[in-house]
């Protein structure tokens, strides 16, 4: 049992290693975030549908329930990747990632309006320490800052991902994660289209970092990711994957040379903190 429990907190861990990779790829290529999205969900639903065929799985969904919830959390994590993606162009990997890492907290926050759990008062102070963490990340309170508006969108990303997260759980735990992962981002796809027009091609340079986006980020990470939730609660795989933001600054540094400043690094310990605390608080309960 506890090697069981062991290999399911790997591959959790394994699913954030991939899945924090896209703060890099996604600062390095130059299409619009909305373009990048697109070909991300194109190349990721592509892989995935061989891999489906490969494993014989049932692709078929027979309830109007099931293809809601599909369409629902297909439509939350699109949104999601995209106001991600603008915070990063209009930030930096290190305020793009720890913004977006406030959706632990939010979904401690959220999580007992969609399951029958009680509500955890000391979420309310620890949403307290994360607004001070986003006070440190927020350079000033000018919405004509770019990095005001990277923090901004970084927290409305968090907010779809949380969301996109409970619905998966509550209303798809049931379908293989592979399923589910094509679906979401074949509706992406369908949805998105409209945005490929007049754009141009990726250029030659940036077809391996959509692969790569497509591929590992994507169609690897994010797969062995929803398949955790058959065995964590949300709020638990949030927070284990508290090293998402530290992997993902590491890479910044090493590829793209952004260094974190002072401020951000502070308000990034204080974001870190209050996973941290949370995580002490789940393990006793």
């Not at 907190?9 to 909305?34: K, M, Q, T, Y």
């Not at 995209?82 to 926050?109: D, E, K």
């Amino acid at each position: 049992m506890k090697n069981q429990h062991l290999k399911n907190v790997l591959e959790v861990n394994f699913a954030i290693l991939f899945i924090c990779s896209s703060g890099v790829l996604g600062r390095s290529i130059g299409l619009a975030p909305e373009n990048t999205i697109w070909w991300r969900c194109f190349l990721g639903a592509l892989f995935l549908g061989i891999f489906c065929i490969y494993k014989k799985y049932d692709l078929k969904i027979t309830s109007k329930r099931d293809a809601y919830s599909l369409l629902i959390s297909g439509l939350f994590l699109g949104a999601h990747w995209i106001t991600y993606f603008y915070a990063l162009h209009l930030s930096n990997v290190a305020i793009g990632m720890l913004s977006l890492f406030t959706y632990p907290i939010i979904t401690a926050l959220i999580e007992p309006f969609f399951f029958k759990t009680r509500f955890n008062k000391n979420h309310i102070l620890l949403g307290g320490l994360v607004l001070l963490g986003i006070y440190f990340l927020t350079p000033e309170m000018n919405f004509k800052n770019n990095f005001t508006k990277g923090v901004i969108m970084g927290i409305i990303s968090a907010v779809l991902f949380a969301l996109r997260n409970i619905f998966t759980k509550r209303n798809l735990s049931h379908f293989n994660a592979s399923k589910v992962m094509f679906y979401q981002m074949a509706i992406i796809v369908l949805f998105s289209f409209p945005v490929l027009f007049g754009d141009n091609l990726p250029i030659k340079s940036e077809w391996p970092k959509l692969f790569a986006l497509g591929l590992i980020t994507t169609a690897i990470g994010h797969t062995i990711f929803v398949n955790s939730f058959k065995h964590f609660s949300i709020s638990t795989v949030s927070i284990i994957s508290s090293m998402s933001p530290i992997y993902g600054i590491i890479l910044g540094i090493i590829f793209l040379k952004e260094y974190p400043k002072n401020t951000t690094i502070i308000g990034g310990l204080l974001i870190l903190a209050t996973v941290i605390i949370e995580s002490i608080q789940s393990r006793k309960q």
